[in-house]
């Protein structure tokens, strides 16, 4: 598969690691941007994966609460003017009500709810129908999560791209000041326990490959090799530095690095019980056009015309 440029740009973005280790390791993976971080990552080590949470595809993330009860919920379009359009962003805030008074089940549910705006309707789909033909931009629900457990509910938009809803009992400046951390932190579960076992097994196996690779230089380099079993604990030893990195209950505190959040939660007599966090565009790859490409297709187009 060829490497394009704009391959490159993709994954030197998503993980800040030098543009010819980019391209080396899209190389390696034949053109797998997956597989090509996970090698940067054994090449280079946790730097190549600092900057791997960002993304791509636009959108807004918008939120809804009514005492104990609540929205949080994710619609993309195609570019970032149209975040910015009233239409749109009432659209989003139209959205998440919905979601937070009906409690649809699906997507397709909450775009058959009954609404209006702009002139369009008598649905929510028919609104997004008419906004599309009248901004002339593709535009979808994405995703959505309704609260309602009887928990209170902290809620912090960063922007439009970030969204965190936390479900808590005590303190509401301590669950807010956790709200913003989760912004900040993007941690996976509230404690090592939860973390995603496909995340961990992912982990290890980064590490494993980075074991294997410095055990490979030693030798060539005549240095003395680590025993299997020192090996093993190192690798054991980062999956649990990484369980801790992404636990929201191990983590440092933003506003006070001395506490972990659970340290702080406790001394504010506050209990946690969820979270959720939604980034816009997280997950999804965005098609990355190659313009000499696209116009050496045009010219070949034209002279197979003429």
Do not use: W
């Not at 543009?19 to 080396?24: A, D, L, N, Q, T």
């Not at 570019?79 to 359009?85: M, P, Y």
């Not at 079993?229 to 690095?257: C, M, P, T, W």
């Not at 056009?289 to 002279?303: G, L, M, R, S």
Request: glycine residues 8%; contains cysteine.
């Amino acid at each position: 598969m060829a490497i394009t440029a704009s391959m490159v740009a993709e994954l030197r973005a998503k993980t800040d690691a030098p543009m010819m280790e980019c391209k080396r390791a899209l190389t390696e993976a034949n053109g797998d941007m997956v597989k090509a971080e996970e090698l940067l990552r054994v090449k280079l080590g946790s730097k190549a994966g600092k900057a791997a949470a960002r993304v791509t595809a636009e959108g807004v993330v918008a939120s809804f609460q009514d005492g104990t009860t609540g929205a949080l919920i994710e619609v993309n379009c195609e570019t970032d003017f149209v975040t910015k359009n009233d239409s749109f962003l009432a659209l989003a805030k139209a959205a998440a009500e919905l979601v937070a008074k009906h409690n649809p089940a699906d997507v397709d549910a909450l775009a058959a709810l009954a609404h209006s705006q702009d002139g369009f309707g008598p649905t929510l789909e028919d609104v997004r129908k008419g906004l599309i033909g009248k901004i002339g931009e593709n535009m979808s629900f994405r995703r959505f999560k309704r609260f309602a457990s009887g928990a209170k509910l902290a809620t912090y938009l960063h922007g439009t791209r970030i969204g965190v809803v936390v479900e808590f009992e005590g303190d509401e400046t301590a669950a807010k000041d956790v709200a913003m951390h989760v912004a900040a932190m993007k941690p996976v579960s509230l404690t090592s326990a939860d973390v995603p076992a496909e995340l961990i097994e992912r982990e290890r196996s980064v590490a494993v490959a980075k074991a294997a690779e410095d055990k490979a230089k030693a030798i060539a380099e005549g240095k003395p090799v680590q025993s299997d079993e020192i090996v093993a604990k190192r690798v054991e030893g980062g999956v649990q530095k990484y369980l801790k990195e992404v636990s929201l209950f191990n983590q440092s505190f933003v506003k006070n690095d001395k506490q972990t959040v659970e340290q702080m939660l406790k001394a504010a007599g506050t209990t946690v019980k969820a979270f959720t966090l939604y980034v816009v565009g997280e997950g999804i790859e965005k098609k990355v056009d190659d313009f000499a490409a696209e116009v050496a297709a045009q010219v070949a187009a034209a002279k197979g015309a003429a």
